[in-house]
């Protein structure tokens, strides 16, 4: 399937994987890419020389381009965007901040940037900016998100913005694929549901919480001081949203999610971990390979479309 992102990026597929703090290591990153999608390094917190370390096993892995997500908040972005340019990435998403003082020198270097945004405004101050395309991420996603809806936020994006959109928040398999392009989007990106492949160096207990999750298993810790973070529910979240109602401090709060996600994703703690995964947990139910997700999802999807 050809669209505007599988031209500006040199991929097979439509499909971008989200830079997933934890998970998005060189093995799953390697893994998308070498089955046509577009795999990336989340930097998370990293520094930059753990990123450098990273990008440079996912090359032995696949002569595929792959890409590097930049957490904005991160105190190493600085360190990991400069990496970037020097080991000569093609394609970055940065995630919870605005990366605009990147912007010229990933440019310069001929970086395709495609951030996420969860508002129709920092899409159009990220199009003014340079931005080759943006992720407009719904708040049905895993991880930090925005107030907005993937149903409602990428039309809005779409229309607002002359570049490439691509959707994020809820697609799992091919229905949501096709989906994401009756709204607009030229491509879309996936997080949880390769959280659930073979590739993903991730506890068996964390891909076992995905698949056993049901509809209503999602919850959204630290709303009350701006900072909405969706994870599964578990005694965590519990306690973390009883306190929240309590009017529990800020330093209380990150005291208690302090290091949770390496504790669910590394040592597979279920229970006091922070099992970030998305709404669409609960569609997800068996590990697959990278190459049968995308599969998968293409035959689906495409069927879907002619029908159109
Ligand atoms: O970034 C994500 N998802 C993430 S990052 C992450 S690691 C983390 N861990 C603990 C605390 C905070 C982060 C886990 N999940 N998605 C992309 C995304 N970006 N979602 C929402 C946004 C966003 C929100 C506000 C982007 C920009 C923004 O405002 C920027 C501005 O200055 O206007």
């Known amino acids: 399937m050809k669209t505007k992102i599988t031209e ?15 998970v998005a290591e060189h093995t799953l990153a ?15 917190s ?6 450098r370390s990273e990008i440079r096993k996912a090359k032995e ?9 930049v957490m904005l908040m991160s105190p190493y972005a600085d360190e990991v965007a400069q990496v970037i340019v020097e080991e000569g990435i093609k394609a970055v998403t940065t995630g919870a901040g605005n ?6 020198m990933w440019k310069n270097a001929g970086v395709k940037v495609m951030p996420v945004v969860a508002s129709v405004a920092l899409a159009k101050r990220m199009e003014k900016y340079g931005a080759d395309a943006v992720v407009a991420e719904g708040c049905e996603s895993g991880g930090h998100i925005g107030s907005q809806t993937t149903m409602c936020l990428v039309p809005q994006v779409v229309d607002a913005v002359n570049i490439p959109v691509i959707a994020a928040g ?23 549901r390769f959280v659930v492949s073979k590739e993903a160096v991730v506890h068996g207990n964390y891909k076992e919480r995905i698949i ?4 209503i298993d999602s919850e959204i810790t630290g709303q009350s001081y701006g900072h909405p973070i969706r994870v599964l529910r578990n005694k965590m979240t519990r306690e973390y949203l009883r306190m929240e109602k309590e009017g529990a401090s800020f330093e209380e709060l990150e005291h208690l999610t302090l290091g949770s996600l390496r504790k669910a994703v590394v040592e597979g703690d279920v229970v006091n971990g922070s099992l ?33």
Do not use: H
């Not at 990293?46 to 990123?51: E, F, Q, R």
């Open 61 to 69: 892995l696949t002569d595929k381009p792959i890409g590097v997500n």
């Open 99 to 104: 990366p605009e003082k990147y912007m010229d």
């Open 276 to 308: 970030m995964a998305g709404q669409i947990a609960g569609l997800i139910k068996e590990e697959k390979t990278c190459e049968e997700i995308i599969k998968d999802i293409m035959s689906q999807a495409e069927a879907l479309l002619k029908i159109q």
């Open 8 to 22: 500006l990026l040199g991929i097979e597929y439509p499909i971008i994987q989200g830079g997933m703090a934890w």
């Open 212 to 215: 056993k999750a049901k509809d």
């Open 46 to 51: 990293a520094s930059g020389d753990i990123v």
């Open 170 to 192: 809820g697609v799992a398999d091919g229905r949501g694929f096709a989906a994401a392009m009756m709204l607009g989007a030229e491509a879309v990106q996936i997080g949880t």
């Open 30 to 44: 390697a893994a998308v890419s070498q089955a046509g999608g577009l795999g990336l390094i989340g930097g998370a």
